[in-house]
Structure formats: structure tokens, C-alpha cells
């Protein structure tokens, strides 16, 4: 069974510009989450995506932005990059509730600069 | 919110030592408790999860974690470890509810352990 496939794997980006990430999940998971992980703030929670809706949203300006597909691939989109957007972006898969647990990604490195 | 605390951001032990890594969580409600592990430029591994069953947990690589809710800890440890145990562990708990669609993992600071040859 095929794990969940993020690209690009690395990114550089110029202040100002946008950027998408991509995710793509476990087969049969309906639920992809983004977490960002810095080394000031560790991992943070960015949203979740159920059935193509946004079911939960973290604490993260509206320059973070994502959607999901029928197919159930996500995405990511960050407008207007600035510096403190150089994170390691994960996704994360799983099939229902937390007990279940997640499956992550190996994530997307994108820098800033 | 929840909130998790690692104690101790950097560990170091030698190859075949007892290591134990400690977490504590902030809710009176046992949550779902989960560990992770992350390999340098890797995503994160689920080392083991704790789900309202038995107390202890055992995962994989040999490692377990024993649930005590009067001390809401969830302790990871690891009897004898090895040079391929070196890597950021973990500790996170899930805050919210699935039917409530508010459910996610809130993570504590991690710890880098380092096995010394």
C-alpha cells in the first residue's frame, strides 16, 4: 500500500511570490491535514480536509489556503510568502478519527529567501 | 487547548542503554496519546498510540509506553538502544472530536535523542 506522497520535496520560493504544495494520500483516506514544523514554533496545525470541505482550521493568516479534490489529494497554497513561511510542510492521511492515527508524508522543505 | 510538555530537548545515552523520554499532557480527559519518531529530513513515524485500552503500549523498534492518568504522563522508554534509535521523538495528544469535525494532534517541542557508540 502506497504511503502519503507530498511534492515537491524542496522548494525555494522569493518573498512575495506564491507557492502550492501537493499531497497526495493514502488510498481510501478521506481526511488529509497540513501541520507546519519550524524550529521556534515545532508543529502547528494548520487545517483538515474531509470529503473536499474544510472541517477544521488552525491559527494561520489567510495567506494559508488548501483544498481538496474528489479524489482526495490536497492542496496547499500560500500567498505572498514572507521569510517566516520557511517551514517543513506535512501532510497527513488517516481513514477517520484519531484513533485510528495519522499517516504522514515525508513533507515539503520550502524556504524563503 | 492542550498543551504537551517534553522534558529534556536534547538526550544522550550510550548504545544498549535504557533510554526513557518523558511527556506529560494538560487534559483531565484521557485523550488519545500518540508517539512519534522523525529521521533527519523525514516526515513522521507513529511509534505507538495509546487508545483507552491497556495502559501499557507496546510499539515498534522495540519501544513502549506505559498511560498513568494520575500523573497524565505518557513516558516512552526503550530497554536497550542502538545507534539507528538516534532521531526527534514525539509526544502528542489529540484534542477535539471526530463527529465534532474539530479533531487534531497538538505536539510537544520534541526531544533529539542521540545514542553515543
Known amino acids: 500500500k502506497a504511503g502519503v506522497t507530498q511534492t515537491p520535496r524542496y522548494l525555494i520560493k522569493t518573498r512575495g511570490q506564491q507557492v502550492t504544495l501537493s499531497c497526495s494520500p493514502i488510498s481510501g483516506h478521506r481526511s488529509v491535514s497540513w501541520y507546519q514544523q519550524t524550529p521556534g514554533q515545532g508543529l502547528q496545525f494548520l487545517f483538515e480536509y474531509f470529503s473536499e470541505t474544510q472541517r477544521n482550521k488552525g491559527n494561520f493568516p489567510g495567506r494559508f489556503s488548501g483544498r481538496q479534490f474528489s479524489n482526495s489529494r490536497s492542496e496547499m497554497n500560500v500567498s505572498t510568502l514572507e521569510l517566516g513561511d520557511s517551514a517543513l510542510y506535512l501532510c497527513?492521511?488517516?481513514?477517520?478519527?484519531?484513533?485510528?492515527?495519522?499517516?504522514f508524508g515525508s513533507g515539503t522543505r520550502l524556504t524563503v529567501v | 487547548a492542550q498543551s504537551v510538555t517534553q522534558l529534556g530537548s536534547h538526550v544522550s545515552v550510550s548504545e544498549g542503554a535504557l533510554v526513557l523520554l518523558r511527556c506529560n499532557y494538560s487534559s483531565s480527559v484521557p485523550p488519545y496519546l500518540f508517539w512519534y519518531v522523525q529521521y533527519p529530513n523525514q516526515g513522521l513515524q507513529l511509534l505507538l498510540k495509546y487508545t483507552s485500552a491497556a495502559t501499557l503500549v507496546k510499539g515498534i523498534n522495540g519501544f513502549e509506553a506505559e498511560f498513568k492518568k494520575s500523573e497524565t504522563s505518557f513516558h516512552l522508554r526503550k530497554p536497550s538502544v542502538h545507534i539507528s534509535d538516534t532521531a526527534e521523538y514525539f509526544c502528542?495528544?489529540?484534542?477535539?472530536?471526530?463527529?465534532?469535525?474539530?479533531?487534531?494532534?497538538?505536539f510537544g517541542t520534541g526531544t533529539r535523542l542521540t545514542i553515543i557508540p
Open positions: 497527513a492521511s488517516r481513514l477517520r478519527g484519531l484513533d485510528y492515527g495519522y499517516t
Open positions: 502528542a495528544v489529540s484534542e477535539g472530536r471526530w463527529d465534532f469535525g474539530n479533531e487534531k494532534l497538538t
